[in-house]
């Protein structure tokens, strides 16, 4: 009997078996020599673990199947060692699915996934509370990594809004995650964006940085300036935030420190601190987009002023600066940058409209205050201004 039993066993947990766990496979192994066992693990480091057991109620830690969607989060986070390349999507939503069913809530996440609900409904009498069978913030980042890794976008998204519904803490990576996806919008990036900081999560400067390069580098006639746009959004909502800080009273924002107006990590711990600083894509970035696309210098020259405006450091305007009035053709390429710039052929009427919009958002006479011309270069911009 024992010699007709074939299959095979993988285990994933989130930790190092002990000797009592690898006792019990060896006696499987015995009992079953025909069947394969293997188990896989990843070693948390202590403080990662006590994240992890932060952020997770203890009824959520007792639960049936909590080691089971552990075990997805620890494969989500492994490097390829196991079986088969890895975890696959279909199986862990398979498990996932069965855990809300037992909750009664499988319907509508199959209806969020798009996906099929299995007919056997459990009956209203069987179900179990949600809060047993509803997994980690931990499992549903791992859920949504292989759903971008699988290139399921669509699954991820729903993922998404089936843990804003049910109250699940998203963490800042989740957010960062999905922005970063080849496959996401711009405009929905900076979505994500927004709605994590206003959940108290800080978007790094790189973040934003790259969600604009990612928007210059897309191709197509419907995306056209599509690069200034983004940028001209993330200063509406960068200014947007200062107004409600500065309308804020002075008590309510003198409660929170300074090292504690953004809170990283997950989105449901404490109450959330009033939005003071959003981060603005560095020069670095806009200079490149600049480069990339100097056909729409007349929107970069707006944007670029806006920006300028905004932030604390007037310094950081000079290269994009220098960088816009190159592609616009307006001033001579520097050497350094000369490898990287398109060459300079707009129009006079493009000329003249970039000259205008620099003048219009105040830049241009900053710039000329600050010597970011020399002479020869001053001149010429009057000249296109003053014919």
């Given at each position: 009997?024992?010699?007709?039993?074939?299959?095979?066993?993988?285990?994933?947990?989130?930790?190092?078996?002990?000797?009592?766990c690898?006792?019990?496979?060896?006696?499987?192994?015995?009992?079953l020599?025909?069947?394969?066992?293997?188990?896989?693990?990843?070693?948390?480091?202590?403080?990662?673990?006590?994240?992890?057991?932060?952020?997770?109620?203890?009824?959520?830690?007792?639960?049936r199947?909590y080691?089971?969607?552990?075990?997805?989060?620890?494969?989500?986070?492994?490097?390829?060692?196991?079986?088969s390349?890895?975890?696959?999507?279909e199986g862990?939503?398979?498990?996932?699915?069965?855990?809300?069913?037992?909750?009664?809530?499988?319907?509508?996440f199959?209806?969020l996934?798009?996906?099929?609900?299995?007919p056997?409904?459990?009956?209203?009498?069987?179900?179990?509370?949600?809060?047993?069978?509803?997994?980690?913030?931990?499992?549903f980042?791992?859920?949504?990594?292989?759903?971008?890794?699988?290139?399921?976008?669509?699954?991820?998204?729903g993922?998404?809004?089936?843990?804003r519904?049910k109250?699940?803490?998203?963490?800042?990576?989740t957010?960062?995650d999905?922005?970063?996806n080849?496959?996401?919008?711009?405009?929905?990036?900076?979505?994500?964006?927004?709605?994590?900081?206003?959940?108290?999560?800080?978007?790094s400067?790189?973040?934003?940085?790259?969600?604009?390069?990612?928007?210059?580098?897309?191709g197509?006639?419907?995306?056209?300036?599509?690069?200034?746009?983004?940028?001209?959004?993330?200063?509406?909502?960068?200014?947007?935030?200062?107004?409600q800080?500065?309308?804020?009273?002075?008590?309510?924002?003198?409660?929170?420190?300074?090292?504690?107006?953004?809170?990283?990590?997950s989105?449901?711990?404490?109450?959330?601190a009033p939005l003071?600083?959003?981060?603005l894509?560095?020069?670095?970035a806009?200079?490149?987009?600049?480069?990339?696309?100097?056909?729409?210098?007349?929107r970069?020259?707006?944007?670029?002023?806006?920006?300028?405006?905004?932030?604390?450091?007037?310094e950081?305007?000079?290269?994009?600066?220098?960088?816009?009035?190159?592609?616009?053709?307006?001033?001579?390429?520097?050497?350094?940058?000369?490898?990287?710039?398109?060459?300079?052929s707009?129009?006079?009427?493009?000329?003249?409209a970039?000259?205008?919009?620099?003048?219009?958002t105040?830049?241009?006479?900053?710039?000329?205050?600050?010597?970011?011309?020399?002479?020869?270069?001053?001149?010429?911009?009057?000249?296109?201004?003053?014919?």
């Amino acid at each position: 009997m024992k010699e007709t039993i074939l299959g095979e066993v993988r285990l994933l947990v989130d930790q190092t078996p002990c000797l009592s766990c690898m006792g019990a496979m060896a006696q499987f192994r015995a009992l079953l020599p025909e069947v394969k066992v293997s188990c896989h693990f990843v070693r948390l480091s202590a403080r990662r673990r006590a994240e992890r057991d932060q952020c997770l109620p203890s009824v959520k830690r007792e639960s049936r199947t909590y080691s089971i969607y552990e075990g997805v989060e620890s494969a989500g986070t492994m490097t390829g060692s196991e079986p088969s390349g890895g975890p696959r999507l279909e199986g862990a939503l398979r498990t996932l699915r069965l855990g809300l069913r037992q909750a009664g809530a499988e319907e509508e996440f199959c209806d969020l996934l798009r996906l099929e609900p299995d007919p056997q409904a459990v009956k209203p009498s069987e179900l179990l509370p949600l809060s047993l069978m509803l997994p980690a913030s931990g499992a549903f980042h791992a859920l949504i990594r292989l759903s971008l890794k699988e290139g399921r976008l669509n699954e991820a998204l729903g993922l998404l809004e089936f843990m804003r519904r049910k109250g699940v803490p998203i963490f800042s990576r989740t957010f960062e995650d999905l922005a970063l996806n080849s496959e996401m919008h711009p405009r929905k990036a900076m979505g994500f964006i927004a709605e994590m900081e206003a959940l108290g999560l800080q978007a790094s400067r790189r973040l934003v940085s790259a969600v604009l390069t990612r928007a210059c580098r897309l191709g197509g006639q419907a995306r056209e300036g599509l690069g200034p746009a983004i940028l001209r959004l993330r200063c509406r909502q960068f200014w947007r935030a200062k107004h409600q800080a500065d309308a804020a009273p002075e008590e309510e924002a003198s409660d929170v420190p300074l090292d504690e107006r953004f809170r990283p990590g997950s989105s449901a711990v404490g109450p959330r601190a009033p939005l003071l600083f959003l981060q603005l894509p560095n020069s670095g970035a806009i200079s490149s987009c600049i480069s990339r696309t100097g056909h729409l210098a007349p929107r970069w020259a707006k944007a670029l002023g806006i920006w300028a405006a905004l932030r604390f450091y007037e310094e950081d305007a000079k290269t994009p600066f220098r960088v816009l009035l190159a592609v616009a053709g307006i001033i001579q390429q520097e050497e350094e940058i000369r490898d990287q710039v398109m060459p300079g052929s707009a129009s006079t009427s493009a000329q003249r409209a970039v000259v205008a919009s620099l003048r219009q958002t105040g830049l241009l006479e900053r710039m000329l205050t600050k010597r970011a011309l020399t002479p020869e270069e001053e001149a010429a911009v009057r000249f296109i201004e003053d014919p």
